[in-house]
Nanobody, 123 residues
Framework: QVHLVESGGGLVQAGDSLRLSCAAS????????LGWFRQVPGKERDFVAA????????SYADSVKGRFTISRDNAKNTVYLQMNSLKPEDTALYYC????????????????WGQGTQVTVSS
């Protein structure tokens, strides 16, 4: 079992920055990697970014490339999502998820999920 806790969300203005954190605990933290997804009410949960625990492979959704940066601190079992130049359309509930194996961009390939942290960007 892997337990994930997100933090760092909040209310900001367009153009501001936020850094989300996802602390993982539980079983040995080895596996494929960890990803960030986001969801707004009435819509599907969309891929944002993912990173392997080795850090050797990173992927981003086109909508956040150049603005968001995913990174990890293996010593702390924590993954971060640095979000810069935030836009109102980035408003969503952000989830982190742990993947044992699979496509990092597919939400159904993730095995464990956190409870989410709300990000709201005002115009």
């Amino acid at each position: 079992q892997v337990h994930l806790v997100e933090s760092g969300g909040g209310l900001v203005q367009a153009g501001d920055s936020l850094r989300l954190s996802c602390a993982a605990s539980g079983r040995t933290i080895t596996g494929s990697g960890l990803g960030w997804f986001r969801q707004v009410p009435g819509k599907e949960r969309d891929f944002v970014a993912a990173i392997t625990w080795s850090g050797g492979r990173i992927s981003y959704a086109d909508s956040v490339k150049g603005r968001f940066t995913i990174s990890r601190d293996n010593a702390k079992n924590t993954v971060y999502l640095q979000m810069n130049s935030l836009k109102p359309e980035d408003t969503a509930l952000y989830y982190c998820a742990f993947q044992i194996w699979g496509d990092p961009k597919k939400r159904w390939d993730y095995d464990y999920w956190g409870q989410g942290t709300q990000v709201t960007v005002s115009s």
